[in-house]
């Protein structure tokens, strides 16, 4: 289903500003670590387009107007979110919509998640939501969207088209998103020492102003120290007067300097072909190296004057536009110019990560040689490992295991399957079946779609363990729609009946032991499970056989502590592997790729040395977890015994 009033706008005369007179919804977004564009609240917004209109070059603290932001800071200067007690950063955009569209009408639509809690969806689905609500389709698909969702308006409910669950949704009237008119502002360089209006006596302003005011004593100490009161020549080194502008383009280099040798202080800065007065930091040109990015300085004696030339435009409107590196540039800075170690914001460094990267953000905005960094990278492997120091893992035999063509389970006949986990009510109770919906004393839903010898649309069966009661048509027509592999489950309790088995694709899983520790485990060795499914054809237990899977990132390396319970989890996810369950066939939640393999909902560490991305260790919990989710699927330790 397309989608009116597309949130990004086309560029107007290159700059990527609405025509004047033009009102457009403002939705601030975040990049996670999915590659999801995700909204910032209405209230949210509303503060960050206020501060934006005072000190377009200055700090949001999201605390002021959010409790549960309050680590969080925006740099519109670079256009990043920084969080203060570990020093992360994200890339942030500032996105358009129609005023008619969800944000502008303050529609939010949201799903209720595992916790019990509501999650809003990216605003393009939000958008696409309301589209088909206000148009009063029945139902919506998103997978024209990358997901393999189908919103039900009637139930209020989205089903994974995959797996069958089932969540709720709801749809509730916040505050609108900002509207503006016209071009958006342009926005101003952060000269040194300004002063964005009357300060916040909150905590994170007190520190943001504090870390300014720093910046700007080291800036004025070292002048004293270069400059010495006097303002004679410079000799033959002269001096590269620098201002600090973000690029807007990918791909050009960040500055395109030129200066000469002459020893006038009669300084020129030329910005997208108008001229403005400069911030002098003085660099002695025979040694100028700029950590931020590469400098090209050229020497020429016209004129007698200083001449800096900066590509680029606002960056405002164009996210992730600040690529800031350590390189081999690293080098000799120059003598009186401070420079912030704050390339390692692990911890690890000099520097505490927040005001690392706090102090950087501010430095770099000041023209201070400061090298910002993004996100520390995970860590997703171990060193290298010779393959006589893998090991079998103690108590498990073997290697490897494989998977073959093979698998699916014929001749199961419905109708047996379903007598054999139920037993026949004689006295129905007056409540509904989950099922069709009808009543039990009722015949079934699907009386005239459904015909089974034997079963009659009134009879009614309880189920064995969990004892919850459903029309045996209706449970005929529940096994017939999913893998058919003589096992139930109920659809209210999800208790499995009989071994459950999934629809992975073909492959190999190899499991030994490495001489090397995980976070938190650092008396256990570590256990290594590798899973290679090669690209193949899709068959008729999946989503469009006949069709060509992919398999992206295989083979897939996971990690668990060689330690009792790690073992314990191992046996279950091999029992899993041999059932088909770890992997399925369906649309990727990650990269929107359809007809890919993806987990099944059975979740893996596969960050070895780190956990930045919540894939990896130390994480307490985690086996636990797993635990749970593979008694989910019908893989206990009960089965460990059997």
């Known amino acids: 289903m397309a989608r009116p009033g597309s949130g990004l706008l086309v560029p107007v005369n290159g700059l990527g500003y609405p025509p004047q007179n033009l009102a457009r919804v403002v939705v601030w977004e975040w990049l996670n670590e999915h590659g999801r564009w995700r909204p910032y609240s209405a209230a949210v917004c509303h503060h960050i387009e206020n501060v934006l209109k005072g000190d377009a070059r200055g700090s949001v603290v999201l605390g002021q107007v959010d409790a549960q932001l309050s680590p969080y800071l925006i740099d519109l200067q670079s256009m990043h979110q920084f969080r203060q ?48 609500y206000e148009k009063q389709h029945p139902w919506l698909d998103l997978t024209s969207l990358g997901f393999c ?98 690029n807007t383009f990918a791909g050009t280099s960040l500055w395109s300097p030129t200066s000469t040798s002459s020893g006038t202080n009669n300084n020129n800065i030329s910005v997208g072909g108008g001229q403005a007065k400069a911030e002098q930091v003085p660099l002695p040109l025979s040694t100028a190296n700029f950590p931020c990015s590469q400098v090209t300085a050229s020497l020429s004696s016209a004129h007698g004057h200083h001449a800096l030339t900066l590509n680029g435009q606002n960056n405002l409107n164009r996210p992730g536009t600040q690529r800031i590196s350590m390189g081999s540039a690293r080098g000799a800075i120059p ?18 990560p927040a005001l690392a990267g706090m102090t950087g953000i501010l430095m770099c905005a000041a023209g201070l040689p400061v090298c910002l960094t993004r996100a520390p990278k995970p860590i997703l492997h171990p060193p290298p490992i010779n393959k006589s120091d893998m090991k079998p893992v103690p108590g498990i035999n073997g ?101 459950k088995t999934g629809t992975q694709p073909p492959g190999k899983m190899e499991y030994h032991v490495i001489p090397h520790c995980l976070p938190g485990y650092q008396d ?34 996971c990690y668990l502590p060689d330690n009792e319970r790690g073992r314990k989890v191992l046996k279950l996810l091999i029992m899993a592997w041999d059932r088909r369950l770890i992997f399925t066939i369906g649309t990727s939640s990650t990269t929107g790729e359809s007809d ?19 894939h990896g260790y130390p994480d307490p919990n985690y086996l636990d977890n797993v635990l749970t989710e593979l008694l989910a699927q019908g893989v206990g330790e009960d089965n460990l015994k059997d």
């Open 149 to 246: 969702y189908l919103i039900d308006f009637n139930s209020m409910s989205q089903t994974n088209r995959q797996s069958q669950r089932k969540r709720r949704l709801r749809r509730r009237m916040d505050l609108a998103y900002p509207l503006i008119m016209g071009s958006i502002p342009k926005s101003q360089s952060w000269p040194v020492g300004a002063s964005s209006g009357q300060p916040c006596s909150c905590q994170q302003c007190i520190l943001v102003n504090s870390t300014r005011a720093a910046s700007n004593a080291i800036l004025a100490s070292q002048r004293r120290k270069l400059y010495g009161g006097t303002g004679g020549s410079t000799g033959a080194t002269g001096i590269l007067t620098v201002v600090r502008q973000s």
């Open 335 to 352: 003598p009186g110019v401070p420079a912030l170690p704050v390339k390692n914001l692990t911890g690890s460094g000099p520097v505490h």
């Open 85 to 132: 007690d570990t020093g992360t950063m994200r890339p942030v955009q500032r996105n358009f919509y129609e005023p008619s569209s969800a944000p502008g009408k303050g529609v939010v639509w949201e799903w209720e998640n595992d916790n019990g809690s509501w999650t809003p969806y990216d605003m393009e689905i939000c958008v696409t939501i309301q589209n088909a």
């Open 524 to 557: 256990s060795k570590t256990i290594r499970i590798v899973y290679d499914i090669p690209a193949g054809i899709q068959t008729n237990e999946h989503p469009n056989p006949g069709k060509k899977f992919s398999a992206r990132g295989f083979p897939r390396h």
């Open 399 to 499: 290697m490897r295991r494989k998977t073959k063509k093979k698998h699916l389970r014929r001749g199961k006949n419905p109708e047996d399957v379903v007598r054999r986990y139920t037993e026949r009510i004689k006295v129905m109770p007056d409540e509904d079946c989950t099922i069709c919906m009808e009543r039990l004393v009722m015949s079934s839903g699907y009386e005239g779609v459904l015909q089974h010898k034997g079963i009659k649309p009134e009879l009614v069966g309880k189920l064995g363990k969990c004892g919850h009661m459903y029309h045996l048509l209706c449970l005929v027509a529940m096994y017939n729609n999913g893998n058919k592999d003589g096992s139930l489950q109920c659809p209210t309790c999800k208790t499995i009946y009989g071994e």
């Open 596 to 614: 890919t393999v993806v987990w099944n909902e059975i979740h893996h560490k596969t960050e070895f040395g780190t956990n930045l991305t919540g």
